[in-house]
């Protein structure tokens, strides 16, 4: 199993930015494809983006698309999310994921590692 943890979440006013950072100790990061799902109150977990093992895929929701980064450093173990031009639907907790495979997938029950997920909100 891989330890995933999410940093950088927070408190923001709409329009402004935010980073978010997942870390993991595992030997065998650069073969996992990485993604952030994120669930609102009272709303399904949702797909928000995904990165390939190489980093040269990536996927985005339709929401977020334009607005939000996806990246990853095989040296150092890390994914990250900037986002950008936050809207208040864009509150939610941030969950950082990770599964062994070449293909960026929507679908959360292919993921079979979960980070313990960040609060992000952004105030209207």
């Known amino acids: 199993q891989v330890q995933l943890v999410e940093s950088g979440g927070g408190l923001v006013q709409a329009g402004g930015s935010l980073r978010l950072s997942c870390a993991t100790s595992s030997r065998t990061f650069s073969t996992n494809t990485m993604g952030w799902f994120r669930q609102a109150p009272g709303k399904e977990r949702e797909f928000v983006a995904g990165?390939?093992?190489?980093?040269?895929?990536?996927d985005y929701a339709d929401s977020v698309k334009g607005r939000f980064t996806i990246s990853r450093d095989n040296a150092k173990n890390t994914v990250d999310l900037q986002m950008n031009s936050l809207k208040s639907e864009d509150t939610a907790v941030y969950y950082c994921?990770?599964?062994?495979?070449?293909?960026?997938?929507?679908?959360?029950?292919?993921?079979?590692?979960w980070g313990q997920g960040t609060q992000v909100t952004v105030s209207s």
């Open positions: 990165i390939s093992r190489s980093g040269g895929t990536t």
């Open positions: 994921v990770a599964r062994l495979g070449s293909f960026v997938v929507r679908d959360s029950r292919q993921y079979a590692d």
